[in-house]
DNA sequence: ATATACATCTGGTATGACCAGTAAAGTGAC
DNA sequence: GTCACTTTACTGGTCATACCAGATGTATAT
């Protein structure tokens, strides 16, 4: 969500650390942090930096802070919310890949009913938008962003905001995953076949057969995954991440 | 669920204030926020302190935080993480009653997909669960406590974290809401009919007739909070014919 | 008119002193 | 000994201040 580009600040620095470390068990679950001020001259920022960090994850879930007791790590994955899992996801750790199917399982539910919503309440401004899709650069990075608009513009059509904000979630990871997934013309051909499947949908406003057609796209692209060898995922730099609209792509 | 009784530190009125102001259009989305030093003293927190409240509300994308350039309010419903909707909905602002319908909706889609896994993963140690739930007391607070164990043990047997995680993320807004849902006796009896049914269906294995069931329970719950009387229960989402940014100039 | 340098905004970092809870160590009375 | 109280030494929470660094507008020199 943020920008990754600029240069890292002291307390992005201490965020990526201290959940480095937890993740990789030099602070396992349970278990108490340093006192603010060691912990600050070992990951070699002030202490005031520190606490900027603390405060981010304490407040998503990571820790468990209050005054006069020590700091302690909390059981995340059970006991945290969402942006746990986009910190993780971040970090680029092992586990990032087993959470890939599990994802797309459950965007895969979530897009059956935002589509189902969109093509609804707006049949004709999305078969208009989707129009464009036929003329498409065929390329890895135009497959990624014009799918990533599709999804968003079903979203803002769909009118449930919770969509969207589980969306931008994942805005990043999204991006890795599908600038690695499109690299392969084969996906990138099944990608129009559904975007032409879709815009039919949409003009016969056969809101049922629309979201199907979404909903089998993105279980389908599990495959991919699953069967994927144990290579790490491409973590090359994303798109700008700027999450705005009007993209049309030339 | 979380430990709301501490007296509000300096970090967390901070916090709170700037998501008041940001919601009541003081700091409206896409303006600048006053420079850190006048923005504390205003606020009656140290320029310190007001440094950990907004890393956390950058972190989460309400804010938008570059060295050299003002802290610009980012179009947080649009842009922003789920983190964004838990934040709000902690201030219980008037538009949060309107995102009820909405949630309920998705989660009756999540449920429903968990539940299936659940029975399919665990039908013994779930019908065994569900056994308990015959011999429950009859208030408010213990339909809640149980409905949310219910669940969370459903998700646990489900297998996939990022349930968990969004769980998570709505604990507080659920109990808030269960604990007044509950209030009314014939919800205490709907909720004890569906243990009942669920018991049932998962001693029988009948992995579809339970997700069906715990799918039918929420959205019939809607009822109760479209049908409420008070004001902005307008469920129908207004989107606000998002052609452009907004851009408007003073 | 253009380009460069500067002034001055903005956020980012570091330091040190001090406040405020918590819990364990110490100390007294019984 | 055991219990209760006090002290002490942690922990995080807050504040003030000086300074670093990036961005930007504005003078100034060419």
Same mark, same amino acid.
Not at 91 to 107: A, E, G, K, N
Not at 109 to 112: D, G, I
């Given at each position: 969500?943020?920008?990754e580009d600029?240069?890292?600040?002291?307390?992005?620095? @201490?965020?990526?650390?201290?959940?480095?470390?937890?993740?990789?068990?030099?602070?396992?679950?349970?278990t108490?942090?340093p006192? #603010?001020?060691?912990?600050?001259?070992?990951?070699?920022v002030?202490?005031? @930096?520190?606490? #900027?960090?603390?405060?981010?994850?304490?407040?998503?879930?990571?820790?468990?802070?209050?005054?006069?007791?020590?700091?302690?790590?909390?059981?995340?994955?059970?006991?945290?919310?969402?942006?746990?899992?986009?910190?993780?996801?971040h970090?680029?750790?092992?586990?990032?890949?087993?959470?890939?199917?599990?994802?797309?399982?459950?965007?895969s539910?979530?897009?059956?009913d935002?589509?189902a919503? @969109?093509?609804?309440?707006?049949?004709?401004?999305?078969?208009e938008?989707?129009?464009l899709y @036929?003329?498409l650069?065929?390329n890895?990075? &135009? &497959?990624?962003? &014009?799918?990533?608009?599709?999804?968003?513009?079903?979203?803002d059509?769909?009118?449930?905001?919770a969509?969207?904000?589980?969306?931008n979630?994942?805005?990043?990871?999204?991006?890795?995953?599908?600038?690695?997934?499109?690299?392969?013309?084969?996906?990138?051909?099944?990608?129009?076949?559904?975007?032409? &499947?879709?815009?039919?949908?949409a003009? #016969?406003?056969?809101?049922?057969?629309?979201?199907?057609?979404?909903?089998?796209?993105?279980?389908?692209?599990?495959?991919?995954?699953?069967?994927l060898p144990?290579?790490?995922?491409?973590?090359e730099?994303?798109?700008?991440?700027?999450?705005?609209?009007?993209?049309?792509?030339?």
């Open positions: 969500m943020a920008n600029r240069q890292e600040t002291a307390v992005d620095r @201490a965020h990526r650390l201290l959940i480095e470390r937890i993740v990789t068990g030099t602070y396992p679950i349970g108490d942090l006192g #603010e001020r060691t912990l600050s001259k070992d990951l070699g002030a202490r005031n @930096a520190l606490r #900027e960090a603390l405060q981010r994850l304490g407040h998503n879930g990571w820790l468990e802070i209050s005054q006069g007791r020590a700091t302690r790590v909390r059981d995340y994955l059970r006991e945290g919310n969402l942006k746990i899992l986009v910190d993780l996801l970090i680029d750790h092992t586990q990032t890949r087993s959470f890939v199917p599990h994802l797309l399982h459950m965007w539910l979530l897009a059956h935002y589509t919503q @969109a093509v609804r309440n707006e049949p004709e401004r999305l078969a938008r989707l129009e @036929a003329s650069t065929d890895a990075e &135009a &497959a990624t962003r &014009a799918m990533w608009q599709l999804h968003r513009t079903l979203i059509y769909c009118g449930n905001v969509y969207g904000l589980i969306f979630s994942f805005a990043d990871f999204y991006m890795r995953l599908a600038q690695q997934y499109y690299q392969l013309p084969e996906n990138r051909e099944r990608a129009r076949a559904m975007w032409g &499947a879709l815009y039919n949908a003009t #016969e406003k056969d809101t049922d057969r629309a979201a199907e057609l979404v909903h089998a796209y993105i279980r389908s692209s599990m495959n991919y995954w699953i069967n144990d290579t790490t995922v491409n973590t730099p994303q798109l700008p991440d700027s999450t705005t609209d009007e993209e049309d792509p030339e």
